[in-house]
């Protein structure tokens, strides 16, 4: 079973950063594409950025462009979301997931996901 668990969540304020990371078990991290989701109360989950298995295609939303970067360490079986300028519209729950067959740019399309990691940006 692959199992995911995301942290770095936390209270920041507006312009700060943080950094997400997802340790992923499993002897076939490098066979998966990752991406990260958010949710926000009340609103529908949404698709902040992708990575593909080697890491040399990313992919991001246009609401985290220039502010948020992916990337993965796959000897450390990670991936990480770094967040820059961070803005109260930022807030919500962030999850990580994995697609056995790509970089999927769809919920629908990963197959295994985390259990989120909440993320507070304060004006």
């Known amino acids: 079973q692959v199992q995911l668990v995301e942290s770095g969540g936390g209270l920041v304020q507006a312009g700060g950063s943080l950094r997400l990371s997802c340790a992923v078990s499993?002897?076939?991290?490098?066979?998966?594409?990752m991406g990260w989701f958010r949710q926000a109360p009340g609103k529908e989950r949404e698709f902040v950025a992708a990575i593909s298995r080697s890491g040399g295609r990313t992919y991001y939303a246009d609401s985290v462009k220039g502010r948020f970067t992916i990337s993965r360490d796959n000897v450390k079986n990670t991936v990480y979301l770094q967040m820059n300028s961070l803005k109260p519209e930022d807030t919500a729950v962030y999850s990580c997931a994995a697609d056995a067959y790509g970089m999927g740019l769809r919920a629908a399309e990963y197959d295994y996901w985390g259990q989120g990691t909440q993320v507070t940006v304060s004006s």
């Open positions: 499993g002897r076939t991290f490098s066979s998966y594409g």
